[in-house]
């Protein structure tokens, strides 16, 4: 299964991005294999408007089945939610951590979008 983290880096050590739709980029955790890659998101960051939407539909796209991030606004919410992906929001630091919350269970899944369209 497929777990996509919102990230500036390259690796697990790299700081966990709290903006989901803006994220620079999206390290996609194969939890099956124990591997991942990540993927640029930097076409979205600079959107003038519906960054969200569309991370939301490269997110789909990749395959994952798990979002965790920071913060998630309505509109992408409701895309990812319509595709079967669930959404945990952390304050983890990085994605090491944020991933060890999530293997451990100590996450818990969003039932909507916590902050408001356009958050910065």
């Not at 124990?34 to 600079?46: A, G, P, R």
């Not at 089945?65 to 509109?75: D, E, F, I, N």
């Not at 992906?85 to 990085?94: F, P």
Request: glycine share 8%.
């Amino acid at each position: 299964m497929k777990v996509v983290f919102t990230t500036s880096g390259n690796i697990l050590d790299a700081p966990l991005d709290s903006r989901f739709g803006r994220a620079p980029k999206f390290l996609v955790y194969d939890l099956a294999n124990d591997t991942f890659e990540v993927v640029d998101n930097q076409q979205n960051l600079n959107a003038a408007q519906g960054a969200g939407i569309q991370s939301a539909e490269t997110v789909a796209r990749l395959g994952a089945k798990c979002l965790v991030t920071g913060h998630c606004g309505p509109k992408a919410f409701r895309v990812l939610s319509a595709a079967g992906i669930k959404i945990y929001n952390t304050d983890a630091s990085t994605v090491a951590n944020a991933l060890e919350q999530y293997r451990a269970g100590r996450l818990a899944e969003a039932a909507s979008a916590d902050v408001e369209g356009h958050w910065a």
